[in-house]
């Protein structure tokens, strides 16, 4: 068994599933902060963002 695929295990047996999104670049850190956060806190669930041009909230659930 290779390094990666005792890793990727590990992390199925922790109930982790890998997925891959394409996400625009400005964004990435974005990304990479809300999987952390959901992993670490898995009570913690997102379904409102923030539009940048109008600095208003928006439901995940209206779009």
Known sequence: MS???????KKKAEGLK??????????????Q???A?????RHLSFDT???TLSGKFVSLERL
């Open 3 to 9: 390094r990666n695929t005792k890793y990727e295990a």
């Open 18 to 31: 890998k997925v891959t999104v394409w996400i625009p670049n400005e964004r990435e850190v974005e990304f």
């Open 33 to 35: 902060l809300l999987a």
């Open 37 to 41: 956060a959901c992993c670490d806190y």
């Open 49 to 51: 963002l923030r539009d």
